[in-house]
């Protein structure tokens, strides 16, 4: 595999900013669209994945990514599908993590759903990642195996303790589930705050067609709040990690719980992120299917100038906000693309 080398040094480009003032410093990319769970919420069971030859190589991954850092991104979060499986992908890391060491990059991150992690922590750790963000929906082994429809949750739950013992901080996701997981919501998140870990809840989101009505699973989070606060004392505070999730303190735990209210509260007016798929198709917004084709602009050029003049362009179109919804007359998704392919 050819060596990548750091980009030679170049005049210092202007920051991006969308049209409403909001300056992009939070850059996802999908490094792979396939994952070795099945979601019910997320994907259909039989999922077509795209062929190999469609997605970026490693060498395009870091020169787009490298690309954004140049311009300001100062958080760069690897997502799938479940990034772990794309191959060789801690040459990828190694190299990012070089923008880590010269300080134009405060955090490199992934989104995992743990499955891996057992086996990469070590080297995660060793390339300068510090936090994860870990998809866990139950701690049911039973129901694991059906939301994930081939998950191994014991496989997940070393994974997070080798990631623990690597020095890796971690914050769990959780899809809110009516019927599924809304009474276990509690005990989760005293299972995470006793090792130290963060939780963020999430509602589920209209994204793809699924192989079930989400109408008979979607849980608003104003009612999963109202219901901890019959147990728990939830004090808001100002804590922000780069996303969008607002967060609480949890007197009993002395641990922090976030909320991801994407349908009844959306966090568009502070948004700082785009999206890149593995194909190298630039979102502006999850909700919103308008794009910009970034491999092209890298593909047909050994410089960078069509690329950084392909991102300016899409910047210039990135809009307020999405506009999701979930109900029983809106059979089919807002957005037609699965979570998987645009990055979790």
Not at 64 to 69: D, P, V
Not at 80 to 104: A, D, F, T
Not at 244 to 264: N, Q
């Amino acid at each position: 595999m050819t060596l990548i080398t750091p980009l030679a040094p170049r005049p210092e480009k202007p920051a991006l900013i969308d049209p409403f003032q909001r300056a992009i410093t939070y850059l996802r990319v999908s490094v792979t669209d396939r994952c070795d769970f099945r979601c019910t919420y997320c994907m259909a069971e039989d999922m077509e994945f795209l062929p190999k030859r469609d997605l970026l190589t490693l060498e395009e991954l870091d020169r787009l990514s490298s690309a954004f850092i140049e311009r300001g991104v100062r958080r760069l979060r690897l997502t799938g599908g479940e990034p772990l499986m794309r191959k060789n992908i801690l040459y990828l890391i190694r190299s990012l993590s070089r923008h880590l060491e010269s300080g134009h990059l405060d955090e490199l991150t992934l989104t995992t759903n743990g499955s891996q992690l057992q086996r990469f922590a070590r080297d995660l750790a060793a390339c300068g990642v510090k936090r994860l963000n870990v998809s866990l929906d139950t701690l049911d082994p039973d129901k694991f195996r059906h939301i994930t429809r081939r998950g191994d949750l014991a496989g997940v739950l070393a994974g997070i303790d080798a990631a623990l013992a690597a020095g890796i901080q971690l914050k769990l996701n959780a899809v809110a589930l009516k019927n599924f997981n809304e009474g276990e919501l509690p005990f989760m998140m005293r299972w995470a705050h006793e090792r130290g870990m963060d939780m963020t809840v999430i509602e589920t989101m209209p994204l793809g067609e699924i192989d079930e009505d989400r109408t008979d699973r979607y849980l608003p989070l104003n009612q999963v709040r109202r219901s901890l606060e019959e147990r728990f004392t939830l004090r808001d505070i100002p804590y922000k990690t780069g996303g969008p999730a607002r967060y609480v303190d949890v007197a009993e735990t002395g641990g922090r719980l976030g909320f991801i209210t994407p349908m009844t509260h959306n966090f568009c007016e502070s948004c700082n992120r785009v999206r890149v798929t593995c194909t190298g198709t630039l979102y502006m917004c999850l909700g919103q299917e308008d794009a910009a084709d970034l491999r092209g602009a890298m593909r047909g050029s050994e410089g960078d100038e069509a690329l950084h003049r392909a991102i300016d362009e899409a910047i210039s179109r990135k809009p307020k906000g999405h506009d999701f919804v979930i109900d029983r007359a809106t059979k089919r998704p807002s957005v037609s693309r699965h979570m998987s392919v645009t990055g979790g």
